[in-house]
């Protein structure tokens, strides 16, 4: 609502044009949907290598800069403006990034040997000469990338002064192919969309995956049985349950900040209530009573709380509810339909989809500023609204054309990147919480 | 009789039949499947058979549509309604699944609550019109089950919508 048309409309010329070549690729394109004044000039410098060991397999710096720009705080300095090449603080000319208005700089090396890759790098704080962080960071198999991430996260918490969420992955449902030949999978990725790995696959519909806190499970919700039912499955031994398989509705669940609940809704009591489940007795606490749709229940950060969609007022809207009962608050104003929230990590930033006559976009509401909201995806059909754990990003699904894609926004909808994940249909994100190194 | 009369009568019964229903909705019982009424008279000369599942023009249609964020059954199918309470009141071992749909627009879940609300109109339509709640299963799918998948009104009215399979003829 903030942002003038023609921005978005330009970007989206932008975004077609670039597609049209890089469809079907897995690939990344970060798009700069309005200016980012206050983006902090960083460069990072392509790694020298060291040791006789093979080529890392993967470009560190180039991973490094793809985090820092699509979050939306920085801007690194293309490659080609990149005239010296220092590896260690020892070698950077100061006065040469000066020049180039750089604030930031990282220089590193990498050596890979036996499957290890070592990546030693430093952060530099240019105007001042100084030096603010010298790690080294190693990973092995199939967690190359993450060395990188890891790296990113660094270097986003020593300057931003939030932990970094690069080394993060995401869950999110594939659909190929049509009617009785429809496959669906439940798949997660690391969170730029990288090292995608398939957790179940099914000829009926899957959808609203939610990972548990610690990052070892996936709840979601698969029709496989003719009906939906809910089940919980552990992503690295493949073992899952069902939780429910009432009759009617089993829908929308999510864990618990503790772990111990999942909130649910289901329709088994004639229409779609919210309830939390005790997930070790699976005993089920009913939270609301009346003849609304109630669903898509997210616990606020410290568990007391639990937001909801609700069309008890004739359109849906998001309400707040203590956890263990009581009187649903309505707590959206603005727009006719408002469902699906996502609540970032200080509980402050709710965000939703919000529908105006045919137009649904993704709405940011500031409850830390009096409910301000900003609009920060162009629509028209978005939906499915998911915080990074530090809350500096959003991933929501959209549709192009008639498939549908992933894009990451930052928290101020500035700068925006499809994820290029499949050829097929691509929905339901949920971003998961912070990894262990 | 010919066919085209019998289908006539049964049409003009279920639409009286759908008349009454809809003052009788707010009653909890409905009146037993099993139980012909000598103030029905076409119910007698024309019992359905699952043969008439696929001859006769009513029985065939198994889809209605809705508009849109709406659950009412529109006045146009009333008689399709009507026919298939009748059948399930001749046949009171037939079972039958009702599957609700949506649109794209909206969230996914709250388009299987919508979906569900669908699928509930029309089961109380049928048990209104005589049906037993034991005969009707509804499943929604929300919007996971499209027909038609352009974004636009011409594809969303197609797949707003219920459909009726039957499980048990």
């Not at chain 1, 996260?153 to 992955?169: L, N, P």
């Not at chain 1, 111990?260 to 939270?287: C, H, W």
């Not at chain 1, 568990?303 to 959206?332: C, H, M, V």
């Amino acid at each position: 609502m903030r942002m003038p048309k023609f921005p978005f409309a330009l970007a989206l010329v932008l975004l077609a044009a670039l597609f049209a070549t890089q469809a079907g690729a897995q690939g990344l394109t970060v798009q700069i949907v309005n200016g980012v004044p206050s983006a902090i000039p960083i460069t990072v410098v392509p790694f020298g290598q060291e040791g006789s060991g093979p080529a890392s397999p993967v470009d560190i710096a180039q991973i490094v800069s793809m985090d820092l720009d699509r979050c939306g705080k920085f801007r690194t300095l293309p490659t080609s403006e990149i005239v010296e090449s220092p590896t260690t603080g020892s070698q950077i000319k100061f006065a040469t990034w000066q020049q180039l208005k750089q604030q930031y700089i990282v220089v590193g090396r990498t050596t890979y040997s036996g499957g290890v890759l070592k990546a030693d790098f430093e952060l530099w704080d240019v105007a001042k000469q100084q030096q603010l962080l010298g790690l080294s960071i190693s990973g092995q198999g199939s967690d190359l990338r993450r060395v990188a991430h890891q790296i990113a996260d660094q270097i986003y918490q020593k300057i931003i002064g939030v932990r970094g969420a690069f080394d993060t992955r995401i869950a999110y449902v594939t659909m190929v192919g049509l009617g009785n030949d429809a496959q669906y999978s439940l798949v997660i990725a690391d969170s730029d969309g990288y090292n995608p790995q398939t957790v179940v696959r099914s000829h009926e519909a899957l959808l609203s995956p939610g990972w548990s806190p610690n990052g070892q499970e996936l709840a979601y919700v698969s029709f496989e049985s003719g009906n939906s039912a809910i089940y919980i499955q552990n992503i690295a031994t493949g073992a899952r349950r069902v939780v429910s398989a009432r009759a009617g509705i089993n829908g929308a669940p999510r864990f618990s900040p503790d772990g111990k609940r999942l909130a649910v809704s289901l329709s088994f009591q004639g229409n779609p209530e919210i309830y939390v489940m005790d997930l070790a007795t699976g005993a089920l606490t009913r939270l609301t009573h009346n003849l609304a749709i109630d669903t898509e229940p997210r616990w606020t950060p410290d568990g007391a709380n639990i937001i909801f969609t609700s069309d008890r007022s004739g359109k849906p809207q998001l309400y707040e509810i203590p956890a263990s009962g009581g009187t649903p608050q309505r707590i959206t104003f603005q727009g006719q339909y408002n469902a699906n929230a996502s609540i970032s990590y200080d509980g402050k930033k709710i965000a939703m989809v919000q529908g105006n006559g045919n137009v649904y976009r993704i709405a940011v509401m500031d409850r830390s500023l009096g409910g301000q909201e900003t609009f920060v995806s162009p629509g028209n059909l978005d939906d499915a609204p998911s915080w990074a754990p530090n809350a500096s990003m959003l991933l929501y699904a959209a549709n192009e054309g008639p498939r549908g894609v992933l894009y990451a926004v930052s928290a101020d909808g500035r700068v925006r990147q499809r994820l290029v994940l499949s050829d097929g249909d691509v929905r339901e994100p949920a971003w998961g919480p912070y990894r262990s190194p | 009789m010919n066919a085209t009369v019998r289908v006539s009568v049964v049409a003009l019964f279920c639409l009286a039949a759908a008349a009454c229903a809809k003052k009788q909705e707010i009653k909890a019982a409905p009146p037993p499947p099993e139980a012909p009424t000598a103030t029905a008279p076409a119910q007698t000369e024309g019992v359905f058979t699952p043969a008439d599942l696929q001859s006769n023009a009513c029985l065939r249609t198994r889809v209605i549509y809705f508009d849109f964020d709406k659950s009412d059954i529109r006045g146009e199918f009333d008689n399709i309604v009507a026919c298939h309470a009748k059948y399930l009141r001749d046949r009171p071992m037939a079972r039958m699944t009702i599957e609700g749909n949506t649109d794209e627009r909206g969230t996914r879940e709250y388009n299987l609550g919508l979906g569900e609300r669908r699928g509930n109109a029309l089961a109380s339509a049928l048990e209104a019109a005589g049906a037993s709640s034991s005969q009707i299963k509804v499943v929604s799918y929300g919007e996971e089950r499209p027909v038609c998948r352009e974004h636009n009104e011409g594809c969303w009215h197609q797949n707003r919508r219920d459909n009726i399979v039957y499980t048990t003829e």
